[in-house]
């Protein structure tokens, strides 16, 4: 297969501790009166409030919109949107982790375009450009501060659902890992661990012939050559820091790596996206209400395993990027080795083992298995073909933690 490459970037992407600073300048070109899209927490921040010191020193008004709840049902964007559309505004600024993020994105949307956000559930549905969008991560996790989707909770639904669009991609984000420092050893985990599935799943997903329509057809496009060298930088960054941020919050070098790694993955995975982690934590979430991170993590070396026979290489070289010692073993050893350390590294963080840990029960299983077949833009990525028997084999494998079955399960090797 020829080279090929395609990445979905904002047009400015800022890195660096003290870069919070260069808000009001970006803002200032973009608008005059901005949403600010946060939580209650954060706006009482002094972080917080210097920021919005230096917005309105730069002449942009704002009125701030902090109710933004994890999980992020509908009602409640549709008050920030309220509040958005009482204020006039004309620039969104969301600062916090993912779901200040994804709530941002929605609301920059909604305030572009009519209807409710179920018009634009799916990938490419929104039909032009949002308003303005800056966006400034507080956590190392989502990556959405650089991707096309954002997912939210919508009661009619049994599971989370996303919409997935180019025009969702913010127009700058700002990442400073000094915004990170204040966060917890629980939260940083279960978000290191989503932003290190995000850069294994976009290493391993499928790569598809690279035709003329491809980006038109696909909003994640499966694994090509600029988003792998993302999620390798991301793998190689996270693993080596995770752990010591979350033993260390202070750890200066942990969380500019963790930062720089987990905004990697999001470029990695905002691309090329996720598959069948993500597919099997959305109704594990439903059904247990625990974090996005702790399930995808969960999965993660389950998925791997299942994943094997048509990844096998891929799995190698994430091991080298993690720094293992691999000398002198087979590909076939280096991607056993690979799976052991990636589970190890989540275990040494507080990740359950199993889905069992996290709270589904037997009877649970097979609505399990049938709700993340529904997740079609995930499916349709994972470098194994999945149907229903095969799903429901990874499931059970990772409720009773089990990768030896999978294993032995591993159907028919890849034809390259």
């Given at each position: 297969m020829s080279l090929f490459g395609a990445m979905r970037t904002p047009r400015n992407l800022v890195f660096g501790a003290g870069q919070r600073g260069a808000l009001p300048g970006y803002a200032?070109?973009?608008?005059?009166?901005?949403l600010v899209v946060t939580d209650a927490r954060l706006s009482e921040d002094a972080d917080f409030r210097r920021l919005m010191d230096g917005l309105k020193a730069a002449g942009v008004e704002f009125s701030i919109f902090d109710g933004t709840i994890a999980e992020l049902p509908l009602e409640c964007i549709a008050k920030g949107v309220e509040t958005g559309k009482a204020f006039g505004v004309d620039l969104v600024i969301g600062i916090g982790g993912g779901s200040c993020l994804d709530a941002a994105k929605v609301a920059a949307l909604l305030l572009a375009h009519p209807g409710k956000a179920s018009d634009y559930y799916g990938e490419f549905k929104v039909p032009g450009p949002v308003l303005p969008l800056i966006l400034l991560p507080t956590t190392s996790g989502t990556g959405s501060e650089v991707t096309p989707v954002a997912v939210i909770t919508d009661p009619d639904r049994a599971i989370k659902v996303g919409i997935a669009s180019p025009h969702l991609i913010c127009h700058t984000a700002i990442c400073d890992p000094e915004l990170t420092y204040s966060c917890p050893p629980v939260l940083t985990a279960v978000s290191g661990a989503d932003a290190l599935t995000h850069a294994i799943e976009a290493y391993t997903t499928i790569r598809r012939q690279p035709t003329a329509s491809i980006v038109h057809e696909h909003v994640f496009l499966g694994k090509n050559a600029l988003s792998d060298a993302y999620a390798l930088m991301a793998i190689s960054h996270i693993s080596a820091s995770l752990k010591r941020a979350c033993e260390n919050g202070n750890d200066r070098e942990a969380r500019e790596r963790l930062m720089l790694g987990a905004t990697a993955a999001g470029l990695a995975f905002g691309t090329a996206g996720t598959a069948a982690a993500h597919a099997v934590q959305y109704p594990v979430g439903a059904m247990t209400h625990t974090a996005h991170g702790a399930g995808v993590a969960v999965m993660m070396p389950y998925v791997m395993e299942f994943n094997r026979s048509y990844c096998e290489l891929e799995l190698a070289e994430i091991g080298q990027a993690m720094g293992l010692e691999l000398a002198d073993k087979s590909i076939s050893e280096r991607a056993d080795a690979t799976i052991d350390a990636v589970a190890t590294i989540f275990a040494s963080i507080?990740?359950?083992?199993?889905?069992?840990?996290?709270?589904?029960?037997?009877?649970?299983?097979?609505?399990?298995?049938?709700?993340?077949?529904?997740?079609a833009r995930l499916i349709k990525n994972n470098p194994r073909p999945l149907d229903l028997t095969t799903m429901a084999i990874l499931v059970n494998a990772a409720f009773t933690g089990d990768r030896a079955r999978l294993r032995a399960n591993a159907g028919a090797r890849k034809i390259n």
């Open positions: 200032a070109r973009l608008g005059r009166r901005a507080g990740i359950p083992k199993t889905i069992a840990d996290l709270g589904i029960v037997v009877a649970q299983l097979p609505q399990v298995a049938e709700q993340a077949m529904s997740s």
